[in-house]
């Protein structure tokens, strides 16, 4: 069990340090450094001025002992000098106890002025050290934003940031919603088109549906008629033999065979121009596009022979 719980706290403490260290800015780590620095020299100051305090209240407490004391040597000589010896005595007793007090006191204020002197030294030398660190800070915080700067310029030319990232999903979206809707539109109108859905801005009914393909159907047989006509003329021919250069040539009469080649050309599409007849109401239907073969056969054998 210990060595269970002391991997627990060390997978605890990791994971407490990744978090730390990825919301961790050093540029304020930085800042709280020197603002540290700054308190501890702030107290050594104090310190400086605690001690001085202290020398300066020991050299007050001297000033007025050695005042006593020559005061008392003034009252042994006034003591002797009217024969009262004892009173000398005494006075001289009292001058020598503070003699002493004076010894002590002046070697407190030596090594209290000895302290002073090495706070103060510490103090600016501590005092460099915090101007020192602190342009090293303000450079290293610059070069940290420079570096930051550059990474997010990099990744957003490079599209991996995250803000890029969300814009190039947002346009793929968008491309995939105008592709689909462009395939909606264009499968309506093959509806429309071919009659399976209705458009409800121009109706029409079954029965004009109807006679519109009738419409659509007589333009086709009516075109291929035409094409029919062509054919039985020559029309392509005579184009194809200009394409190879043979148009430079006179053209020479037609003769007989050749016009009763064309007639024979033309009989039979006027016979395919024409469709059975059917009965009822069909039958006016279907032979309107044979009557038109047939007059555009006419006219194809017609122009044969005027050749």
Do not use: C
């Amino acid at each position: 069990m210990p060595g269970v719980w002391q991997r627990t706290k060390n997978i605890f403490q990791a994971k407490a340090n990744k978090v730390l260290d990825r919301a961790e800015d050093p540029r304020e780590t930085l800042d709280l450094s020197y603002e540290k620095q700054l308190d501890s020299l702030q107290k050594v100051r104090r310190s400086v001025a605690d001690v001085a305090t202290a020398r300066k209240r020991i050299e007050l407490q001297a000033t007025q002992l050695q005042k006593q004391a020559d005061k008392l040597q003034e009252q042994a000589k006034s003591a002797l000098s009217i024969g009262n010896e004892d009173l000398a005595r005494e006075a001289l007793s009292r001058r020598a106890a503070i003699g002493e007090q004076l010894t002590d006191l002046k070697t407190q204020h030596d090594q209290v002025a000895q302290q002073e002197d090495s706070l103060i030294a510490t103090s600016q030398r501590l005092q460099t050290q915090i101007e020192q660190f602190r342009t090293k800070k303000e450079t290293l915080k610059a070069s940290y934003t420079a570096a930051e700067a550059q990474t997010k310029i990099g990744e957003a030319v490079s599209g991996i940031s995250t803000s890029m990232g969300d814009a190039g999903a947002a346009m793929q979206r968008a491309q995939d919603k105008i592709a689909g809707m462009q395939a909606r539109a264009g499968a309506m109108d093959e509806l429309l088109a071919s009659g399976a859905l209705t458009d409800l801005t121009t109706p029409v009914t079954d029965i004009q549906a109807e006679l519109d393909r009738a419409q659509a159907g007589t333009q086709i047989d009516r075109e291929l008629a035409a094409l029919r006509a062509q054919l039985a003329s020559g029309e392509p021919a005579a184009a194809l033999g200009a394409s190879n250069g043979q148009s430079a040539q006179p053209t020479t009469p037609a003769s007989e065979g050749d016009v009763s080649g064309s007639e024979g050309a033309a009989r039979p599409a006027e016979d395919d121009a024409s469709p059975p007849a059917s009965g009822g109401g069909d039958a006016a239907t279907a032979g309107e596009p044979a009557t038109i073969g047939a007059v555009a056969a006419d006219d194809a054998a017609t122009g044969g022979s005027e050749q």
